[in-house]
């Protein structure tokens, strides 16, 4: 079972930052925080992970709390192009498979 | 690189009939993973390879699914005989065991499975 809790649903308006949260209270001391994103009728893609500290790539940022018992993802400038379902998943490193949970559908508006 | 590679793109079969799923995982990816998604139970793991041996198929639903990787490029997933609730996208997923520390899985487009 996934060990995250997402809404189901958020709108965006574009241009505007897009700020994603996820509770995984259970976490352990070495499970990462993975973000995956899901472009209708594709593959999911991956997008950022984090364990401890704040990360940035070219996509996305990731905020973990300092507890690490929840983070939000943040799109800085969201695009219509940018519209998906986004995944927040707990997992060890390594190759171990991935739990989806339901995930948050976001919808960027023009 | 062209990615992971699955075909057919979209099946369509019968109730009954054999069907085999194909995926060329990434070149010097050494992980592979099947996954199946529907409207009702969302994308859940079928079963992974590390070096081309499975490690874990407790997500294979019944004894009709079968995966074999036979070598490091080339991986199936064959379902028989197959039932109208097998209906779903297949996703393959690729990874390297080695290289980056966090493991990115590569995704194929999917192959989507419609069974009469």
């Known amino acids: 079972d996934a060990k995250t809790t997402q809404p189901p649903s958020m709108d965006c308006a574009e241009g505007r930052a897009a700020n994603l949260p996820c509770n995984h209270s259970?976490?352990?001391?070495?499970?990462?925080v993975y973000w995956y994103r899901q472009i209708h009728s594709q593959g999911p893609q991956y997008i950022i992970h984090g364990l401890k500290n704040n990360e940035t790539n070219e996509m996305a940022s990731l905020i973990i709390t300092e507890d690490r018992k929840s983070s939000t993802l943040i799109l800085p400038h969201a695009t219509l192009r940018d519209t998906a379902v986004y995944y927040c998943i707990v997992r060890y490193s390594g190759n171990t498979p991935l739990v989806f949970g339901k995930g948050t559908r976001l919808s960027v508006i023009a | 690189d062209a990615g992971v590679i699955q075909s057919p793109r979209h099946e369509v079969t019968e109730m009954g009939q054999e069907v085999t799923l194909r995926c060329k995982p990434i070149s010097g990816h050494n992980s592979l993973f099947w996954y199946r998604q529907t409207m009702m139970r969302g994308l859940e793991l079928l079963i992974y390879f590390n070096n081309n041996v499975p490690i874990d198929d407790s997500g294979m639903p019944e004894d009709r699914f079968s995966a074999k990787m036979p070598n490091a490029s080339f991986s199936t997933l064959k379902i028989q005989p197959s039932e109208p609730r097998d209906s779903a996208v297949y996703f393959c997923?690729?990874?390297?065991?080695?290289?980056?520390?966090?493991?990115?899985?590569?995704f194929g487009p999917g192959t989507r499975l419609t069974v009469l």
């Open positions: 997923a690729s990874s390297s065991l080695a290289g980056t520390p966090y493991n990115e899985q590569f």
């Open positions: 259970t976490i352990s001391g070495n499970e990462y």
